[in-house]
């Protein structure tokens, strides 16, 4: 299921992930992809409000690479934007932590280390379309609380 949505503003942003967020269960993996200052960061920020820790505590891990924060259940917010080769990913581990999570694995630049996603990733990609104008396109499958989310999002459908 693709849903396309628009955000007008970093607000918006969050809320849109907010509400993905409340539908996420531990073991997801959301891949975040899309042009420097997208908002994919932002977009973790809301995930991170839905899991109960502040937005705050979320920026962005460039030079750690990997962050966990403890919420409702953890959530593993992974930027492997200054990693060149996939493998890289594998010899600090990260790809156990895609398959391996307790909790919720947000990824940014995921088209770095696309082989080493779950196949059932949600995939989440940014496109700028103006100063604070996104286009949101967000992939996943067709269950239940995807299905749950799509409707929770109609105010920030594409074609409205």
Request: glycine share 10%; net charge negative.
């Amino acid at each position: 299921m693709n849903i396309e949505l628009v955000s007008n503003s970093p607000e918006d942003t969050l809320e849109i992930a907010r509400l993905l967020g409340k539908v996420l269960t531990p073991g997801d993996v959301i891949a975040l992809t899309g042009d420097l200052g997208a908002g994919k960061t932002c977009f973790c920020k809301g995930i991170g409000a839905a899991l109960g820790i502040s937005p705050g505590r979320v920026t962005s891990p460039t030079f750690t690479i990997a962050t966990e924060h403890e919420g409702v259940f953890p959530l593993n917010h992974i930027d492997v934007y200054r990693l060149d080769t996939a493998r890289e990913a594998v010899e600090i581990g990260l790809d156990e932590i895609f398959s391996g999570t307790r909790g919720v694995c947000v990824v940014e630049w995921a088209e770095k280390v696309e082989e080493l996603l779950p196949i059932e990733s949600i995939r989440v990609t940014f496109i700028i379309s103006g100063d604070n104008h996104r286009k949101i396109v967000v992939s996943g499958p067709e269950q239940g609380r995807f299905t749950a989310f799509h409707e929770s999002t109609t105010r920030f459908s594409a074609g409205r």
